[in-house]
């Protein structure tokens, strides 16, 4: 029996596991449902539409820069699974919202004024909720695995969020926006369910220290006492940039879909499938390479092979738009056009180098911490992690102000990859130092 199969029988991590595959479907199909019903019914702009998809993805993402130190503070000073369980509670609040908000997009009512305000408030909501639940799905792994079973525990988490994301985007894309409405709402109910599974995890000082409700007090001191030790310090940076590309990556998918490619919405969320499937892909890959061990061997040609299939990608979009159609396609008519094989490779290329790149600098935060401040390291993680893409938010919506085209964006995520690498190789030194001094240490 492989650890992969042992894990997922056993209820120390099974029910995390399947809440946390309730939790990303349900981001995923409402955030999707959202973007392609505004970009495709209600905006006709190509800019309108870049700069829609870059506010939506910001907003979600800002949560995680404000909050995450408060965020890291209650995982590792209050019990996760309580924490899990109050949070998949509001979950069902938060969608009710949103799901408010799609009805009254679907029947017409006061679009502007109301509707997409309010898609967008529960949007933030929904980021306000992934960022209380983003430390403890990745903290709680090794207070309920064996050593030897974190990585293999990483790695599923990671896939499972991806399949997840899969089955949310491909159903965001099929089924009409008044069902998506309905489907939030019911996942979200039986999320809730299933995470009362999750088996206590309390603190694991001895006696919890008082909360710092300053929230921007609390994260400056955070990151500064997190970036001691230079493995965790090399992991985040690099975490940061690789979500800073997959954000201008994300932002883009949509708008190039529907104006590039000249593709229906099911084919912008076939685009989003690939993604998610190719970084599933990547994060049980790496695993098998590395044979359990948590190394960023991997990580620098892994991001290198990432930046060559977004050129890749950049230079079919280029031919693509030479020649694209005259009207829209949809997923057959797609499929049969040329050079859309050529398109989905270098995308399911980008996906799977990204996924091999990205899991085991998870796994080194969650590892190299003291098991009490796992938490607060991935929350120190994501504060970083979300400045920098909501930066790479900004720089799309500033691109698209200035008439850069979403096509010639693609670019500046290729350039990124390289410094992504540059960090990557940084972080594999660090570990192999680490490792030298402490081999020294015990002869």
Same mark, same amino acid.
């Given at each position: ?11 120390? @991590?099974?029910?995390?596991? %399947? ?44 949560? =995680?820069?404000?909050?995450?130190? #408060? ?21 069902? &609040? ?100 299933? !995470? ?22 609390? !994260? &400056?001191?955070? %990151? ?16 940061? =940039? ?27 969320? #076939? @685009?989003? &499938? ?8 990547? !994060? ?6 590395l044979k359990g061990k948590v190394s960023a061997r991997y990580s620098p040609i892994s991001v290198i092979f990432m930046g060559v299939f977004v050129v890749a990608f950049y230079f079919v979009s280029v031919l693509w738009g030479a020649d694209k159609p005259t009207e829209m396609l949809g997923v057959t008519e797609f499929l049969a056009w040329p050079m859309a094989s050529f398109l989905l490779l270098s995308l399911l290329g980008i996906a799977v180098s990204g996924g091999m790149f990205v899991v085991p600098l998870y796994a080194f935060l969650t590892t190299r911490a003291a098991p009490e401040h796992a938490a607060r390291t991935i929350a120190a993680n994501n504060i970083v992690n979300s400045g920098a893409m909501v930066v790479g938010s900004l720089a799309a919506m500033g691109l698209n102000m200035a008439g850069i085209s979403i ?7 290729? =350039?990124?990859?390289?410094? !992504? ?10 570990? #192999? ?11």
């Amino acid at each position: 029996m492989t650890t992969t199969t042992h894990l997922l029988r056993k209820r120390r @991590f099974l029910p995390l596991f %399947v809440t946390q595959l309730f939790n990303a479907f349900n981001d995923n199909l409402y955030k999707n449902a959202m973007v392609l019903f505004v970009v495709y019914q209600v905006y006709n702009s190509p800019s309108s539409e870049g700069t829609f998809s870059a506010v939506a993805s910001g907003l979600f993402i800002l949560p =995680f820069f404000l909050l995450s130190a #408060l965020a890291g503070q209650l995982a590792d000073m209050r019990d996760k699974a309580k924490i899990i369980r109050t949070v998949k509670a509001c979950e069902i &609040v938060l969608m009710l919202i949103g799901a408010t908000g799609l009805y009254l997009a679907w029947k017409g009512i006061a679009v502007e004024a109301i509707a997409i305000p309010l898609l967008l408030l529960a949007l933030f909501l929904t980021g306000v909720q992934s960022t209380f639940l983003g430390p403890i799905k990745y903290a709680i792994l090794p207070q309920h695995l064996k050593k030897n079973e974190v990585l293999a525990g990483t790695g599923l988490v990671e896939a499972g969020t991806y399949i997840a994301i899969l089955a949310g985007t491909i159903l965001a894309g099929w089924i009409a926006v008044e069902y998506a409405a309905i489907g939030i709402i019911v996942t979200a109910i039986i999320g809730y369910f299933v !995470s009362r599974q999750v088996p206590d995890a309390p603190p694991q000082e001895g006696h919890p220290e008082k909360l710092d409700w300053n929230i921007f007090r609390a !994260s &400056v001191h955070l %990151v500064r006492e997190t970036m001691h030790n230079r493995e965790v310090y090399y992991a985040i940076l690099a975490i940061s =940039f690789f979500w800073t590309i997959g954000a201008v990556l994300f932002i883009q998918f949509v708008p190039l879909a529907k104006n590039v490619i000249m593709a229906e919405p099911a084919v912008a969320s #076939l @685009f989003l &499938v690939v993604f998610s499937v190719g970084v599933a892909i990547g !994060s049980v890959a790496i695993n098998a390479l590395l044979k359990g061990k948590v190394s960023a061997r991997y990580s620098p040609i892994s991001v290198i092979f990432m930046g060559v299939f977004v050129v890749a990608f950049y230079f079919v979009s280029v031919l693509w738009g030479a020649d694209k159609p005259t009207e829209m396609l949809g997923v057959t008519e797609f499929l049969a056009w040329p050079m859309a094989s050529f398109l989905l490779l270098s995308l399911l290329g980008i996906a799977v180098s990204g996924g091999m790149f990205v899991v085991p600098l998870y796994a080194f935060l969650t590892t190299r911490a003291a098991p009490e401040h796992a938490a607060r390291t991935i929350a120190a993680n994501n504060i970083v992690n979300s400045g920098a893409m909501v930066v790479g938010s900004l720089a799309a919506m500033g691109l698209n102000m200035a008439g850069i085209s979403i096509t010639e964006q693609l670019l500046m995520s290729a =350039f990124m990859c390289l410094f !992504s690498a540059w960090l990557g190789r940084r972080l594999y030194k660090a570990e #192999l130092d680490a490792a030298a001094a402490a081999e020294a240490e015990a002869n």
